[in-house]
Each structure stands twice: as structure tokens, then as C-alpha cells.
């Protein structure tokens, strides 16, 4: 809708003095225009709905340049309805500034505001204007993507990262096995390939297992996590087949009373076990069950009691546990999880460290922190972690990354070392070549060689030095001798070697 600003003069400098004037004016007008007044006159006369000031948000008015011409646009969705409210608007402002205009001492105003034509409607949207709300929305879209990942990355305290979670933990990574859907439905690694890179995974646990850093014999272990689910069955129980394949006398233990998962996940009777045990009605001999061709053995949990805790801390327990570290090489606890109850740090400070199954993306750092915490109140050792579930691509470019690994012969760990001389003195710490070098010595011992035979023949060359590899990635260079003169741990001890039984 367009406005004409003029003067009632007639003279020519009359004329020319009322344009300039008029044109001062037009410029006060389109002020006055988009102004509450106008727009409160316009809702009252109007009837509407709306607010004064949503009219006025809606009002534009401009001067023509070098006219008197005042412009007035009102934008609304319906093209009817603007223009009657821009008609309304410009009879209002008229009415106003002949109100405003008028001189006390003249009949009629120094100024005149009339209508040019009708208001015109346009047919072209001013919004929305697609192809500037796509480009906006875009950009605004990257922006908040961007900002999304900065805050999830300042928040997110999930662990993800095998160096952090190392770094956070101050022990050594004992593996990282990767999410695999197989898993679930399989659960153990007897099912998989023995090429299967979730079986490499294991024998690499296992290999770290004999050279954590560790100052005090080790062979019984608690396998616990921060929470429920994280994996810690799973991972007892392929890492204790993966032991008793390399020839070790492994007993694997149900810890958990509470929710017991591993008579189910290795087919075993649970009726019987620690339980049937500590209350007396059993000896260890008589419940213990064997499990695979590797002669693993396997203490289930029995009937499931009340107040696990209390049976946890017992007496009883605790002779279980010496009977069992007397018989066994190594000794795997699997456990509930450190934050909901106590049981798996009663256990831990029972045995001789704890190795933490820390699940990948889901564990947080605080979690961490707090299961270090539990295990440091009993004054129970971290012997190390296993990040579970991680995606396959971490898991290889960590694992089995070449330019990560040392070369053979060169930067070898004093462990590793240590190992290195004992296998030169004919006394390896490697189980497998310890089982195959041994000569015969009845069932035991021929069990044993055919066990590691036939993991041997399972391993590709490629195959075991990815696992050496892995070993001098994962721990730390500045580890003391894990394998020292006169220990008898999971390093030193070796199949075959001063076993009673
Ligand atoms: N690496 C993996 N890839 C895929 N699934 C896995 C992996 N590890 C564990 N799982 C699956 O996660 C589920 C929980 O695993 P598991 O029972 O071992 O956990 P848990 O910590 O012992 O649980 P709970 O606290 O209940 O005892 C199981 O279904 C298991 O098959
Ligand atoms: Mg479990």
C-alpha cells in the first residue's frame, strides 16, 4: 500500500517549501506508521485477536527515495486478510497524523496523507523461502553437529580407548577383545575356528596373563567388572579353556552366587559346587567337574545362598581356595560385579589380584574409578584390564597393528627378556614349547604335549608372532621381571614342572 505525503499550499515557493517539508515528514511517518498507536487502533477497530504488538511486528513502512511517498507492507499468511489490515493501517495513520497535524490556530492540518490506489498483494511468500531455509538449515545443522561432538566429547566418559583406559588404570591391558556377534550365540572359543581372530584374542589374554607386572606369586585370579553384563563369564571362561589348551592345570570357579552364568555357559550341572562345599557337605574333589578335552576343571556354583557375602568371607572359603591354589596351576574366579555388591572384592582381596573386564563404550571412567577404589579398600590388586566389546577395527589396528609392534629382537620388555633366557637355559615360559619339549611322563604329561601339539598345529607362524607382538605392546616396558629366579607363578610355573597329582 503506498501513502502520497503532502501540503495544502498553492504559491510555487509555497510548493516548493511544503515538498521539502512534506518529505521530512514522510520520513517522520514511517515511524509513526509501524508505531503502537496504529497498530492498537487498527486490533480495536478491527476486533482481532491479536496483540497491538504482533501487528506491529508485522508492519514495515519506508519512504520512497527522493518522494513523498511512504510505502506501508503488512506480511501475512493470507493474502485477504493483509489487505484489509494494511487499508486499516493507512486509514488509522491517516486518522493520527490529522490528529497530530492539526495547528491549534488553523482550521484544517499543515499536512495531508491519502492513499495511492489500492493495496497490492503479493503472491510471492517472504516466508518461507526454501532454498535460504535449506542453506540456513544446513549450515545450522553442521553447526549444531559440530557442537554436538564437542559436547559429547567433553561429557562422554565412556571408555573407548585402550591407551586411556591404561593410562586411567595404571595396569597393563590384557586384551581387547572386539564385539563379535558370535559371541552371544557360540560363547565359547572351542566353537570358533582356532584361526578365529576371537581365538587369537584369547591366547593373547592368556600370554599377558604370564607377564603382568606382578611382584608376589600369582596364579589366582578374580575376573570381575564395574557393573552387570560386561562380560566377565564370557571372559573367565574362554580365557580358562585357552589356559587349560596350553597345558596348564586350570580350575575355573564359580564366584558368583548370585547370578551364576558359568555351569550354563560350558553345559555343566550346577547343583553341586562351592556352595555344596562350604557348607560341608562335600569335598572339592567330589563336586569339581571336567570340562572339554583339556582336562579343564570346573567348580560350579551349587545351591545359591541366601547372604553370598557371608559364605564369601568364611572360613570354609578361604580352605577352598588354599586347596585349590595347591592343586591348580591357575585359578579363575569369576565374580559379580565390584559397584552393586561385595562380593567381588572379597574375593579379590581372597586371591591374588583382579583383572577388570571393562566394557568398551559402556563402562564410564567414573565406574572405573570407583571398581579401583573397591578393590584398593580390601587391599585386592589390579592385575590388569580387558576391554570387551570393542569395535574390530580398534581391535586390529591396536592388536595387530605392524607399525605398532617392535621388531623381533629389538625393544623386548624385561620380561620378555627374562623369558627369552629361560628358554635358553631349557626352561621356557612358554607352555606350549615347555609341553612339547618335555619328553613323555605318563598320562599327564603325554595330555600335555598332545594339547600343545595341537595348539601348535593351530597356530599359523603368522599366528604366534602377532601374539609375541601383542604381549610386548600391551605391557608396560618399565615392568620389573615378571619372571624371576624362585617364583612360582603364572610365569614361572609350567606344565609339566613340580606338579603334585
Ligand atoms: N565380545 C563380545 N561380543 C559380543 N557379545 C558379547 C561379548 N562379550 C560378552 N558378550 C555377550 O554379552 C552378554 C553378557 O556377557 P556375560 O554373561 O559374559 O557378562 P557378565 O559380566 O558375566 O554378566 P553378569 O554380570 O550378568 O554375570 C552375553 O550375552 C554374552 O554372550
Ligand atoms: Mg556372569
Not at 595396569?171 to 587369537?200: C, M, Y
Not at 605392546?473 to 629366579?485: F, I, L, Q, Y
Request: proline share 7%; hydrophobic share 40%; net charge positive.
Amino acid at each position: 500500500m503506498r501513502l502520497f505525503v503532502s501540503t495544502p499550499n498553492s504559491t510555487s515557493s509555497d510548493a516548493y517549501q511544503g515538498g521539502l517539508f512534506s518529505e521530512q515528514r514522510a520520513a517522520s511517518y514511517a515511524e509513526i506508521v509501524t508505531g503502537p498507536e496504529v497498530a492498537r487502533a487498527v486490533v480495536d477497530r478491527l476486533g482481532l485477536k491479536q496483540s497491538p504488538a504482533s501487528l506491529q511486528s508485522r508492519t514495515d513502512a519506508s519512504v520512497v527515495p527522493n518522494t513523498v511517498i511512504l510505502k506501508v507492507t503488512i506480511t501475512d499468511p493470507v493474502q485477504a486478510r493483509a489487505r484489509v489490515l494494511v487499508q486499516a493501517v493507512a486509514q488509522e495513520f491517516i486518522a493520527l497524523v490529522q490528529k497530530l497535524e492539526r495547528s491549534p490556530n488553523r482550521a484544517g492540518s499543515p499536512i495531508n496523507a491519502s492513499l495511492l490506489g489500492a493495496p497490492v498483494t503479493s503472491s510471492t511468500p517472504v516466508s518461507p523461502v526454501p532454498p535460504r531455509n535449506v542453506g540456513l538449515g544446513a549450515v545450522l545443522g553442521l553447526l549444531l553437529g559440530v557442537g554436538l561432538a564437542a559436547l559429547r566429547e567433553a561429557f562422554d566418559t565412556k571408555v573407548r580407548d585402550p591407551d586411556e583406559l591404561m593410562e586411567f588404570t595404571n595396569a597393563p591391558l590384557l586384551g581387547t577383545v572386539h564385539f563379535d556377534n558370535a559371541v552371544a550365540k557360540k560363547g565359547l572359543i572351542t566353537s570358533f575356528n582356532p584361526r578365529d581372530p576371537l581365538v587369537e584374542v584369547f591366547r593373547v589374554l592368556r600370554t599377558n596373563l604370564q607377564f603382568v607386572r606382578v611382584d608376589q606369586p600369582s596364579k589366582m585370579f578374580v575376573v570381575t567388572s564395574a557393573v552387570a553384563g560386561d562380560g566377565k563369564t564370557t571372559t573367565a571362561c574362554n580365557l580358562a579353556i585357552s589356559l587349560a589348551r596350553a597345558g596348564y592345570r586350570v580350575a575355573l570357579v564359580e564366584g558368583d552366587l548370585r547370578r551364576p552364568g558359568v555351569a550354563t555357559g560350558l553345559g555343566l550341572e550346577r547343583a553341586a559346587g562351592l556352595t555344596t562345599v562350604l557348607i560341608g557337605r562335600l569335598d572339592v574333589a567330589q563336586v569339581m567337574q571336567k570340562w572339554g578335552e583339556d582336562g579343564l576343571s570346573v567348580l560350579t556354583s551349587g545351591a545359591l545362598p541366601p547372604h553370598p557375602a557371608e559364605l564369601l568371607q568364611s572360613r570354609a572359603m578361604s580352605d577352598v581356595l588354599a586347596d585349590l591354589r595347591k592343586s591348580f596351576d591357575v585359578v579363575l574366579i569369576d565374580a559379580p560385579p565390584l559397584l552393586p555388591v561385595t562380593d567381588a572384592a572379597l574375593l579379590a582381596a581372597q586371591s591374588d589380584g583382579a583383572i577388570l573386564v571393562v566394557r568398551h563404550g559402556a563402562t564410564s571412567r567414573e565406574q572405573v574409578r570407583m571398581s579401583l577404589e573397591r578393590l584398593t579398600s580390601v587391599h585386592a590388586r589390579l592385575v590388569g584390564t580387558v576391554l570387551n566389546r570393542s569395535p574390530k577395527r580398534q581391535v586390529t589396528s591396536y592388536a595387530y597393528s605392524y607399525e605398532y609392534a617392535p621388531v623381533r629382537g629389538r625393544h623386548r620388555p624385561p620380561a620378555t627378556r627374562s623369558a627369552n633366557s629361560e628358554r635358553t637355559a631349557g626352561k621356557s615360559a612358554d607352555p606350549e614349547e615347555v609341553s612339547a619339549r618335555k619328553p613323555a611322563n605318563g598320562g599327564r604329561a603325554a595330555r600335555k604335549r598332545a594339547n600343545a601339539e595341537r595348539e601348535a598345529r593351530e597356530l599359523a607362524p603368522s599366528d604366534r608372532f602377532d601374539s609375541s607382538l601383542v604381549t610386548d605392546t600391551v605391557v608396560p616396558a618399565d615392568a620389573p621381571e615378571a619372571v624371576g629366579p624362585g617364583r612360582r607363578d603364572l610365569a614361572t610355573e609350567r606344565p609339566g614342572e613340580g606338579r603334585r597329582g
